[in-house]
């Protein structure tokens, strides 16, 4: 059983940062990539970024660009979101992703992943 279990999230003033971590624990497994998605109340969840795991390739949603780093740490076996400059539509559920095989580029900003974190809450007030 693989686990992908996040924190960091929380209550941030408009312009603020947040750092969320996601650790992945459990059974041993091959990570293609890893991915933060989220989810604001009424919506769709949405692709925030995503990371190659074998060189750190960063992927991200123009609506984040320049604001979220994602990075990954091998040894720790987790991936972080780095949240800056927030704004009040940040304000989501952010959960985290990990995909065991080969995706396209194309599909690594979708839902296409194997294993999800049960996410953690940013709240961004204006």
Do not use: H
Not at 23 to 29: C, I, Y
Not at 38 to 54: H, V
Not at 109 to 125: F, H
């Amino acid at each position: 059983q693989v686990q992908l279990v996040e924190s960091g999230g929380g209550l941030v003033q408009a312009g603020g940062s947040l750092r969320l971590s996601c650790a992945a624990s459990g059974r041993t497994f091959s990570k293609y990539a890893m991915g933060w998605f989220r989810q604001a109340p009424g919506k769709e969840r949405e692709f925030a970024a995503a990371i190659r795991w074998s060189d750190g390739y960063p992927y991200y949603a123009d609506s984040v660009k320049g604001r979220f780093t994602i990075s990954r740490d091998i040894a720790k076996n987790t991936v972080y979101l780095q949240l800056n400059s927030l704004k009040p539509e940040d304000t989501a559920v952010y959960y985290c992703a990990a995909v065991n095989r080969y995706r396209s580029s194309g599909e690594l900003v979708s839902p296409v992943y194997d294993y999800w974190g049960q996410g953690t809450q940013v709240t961004v007030s204006s």
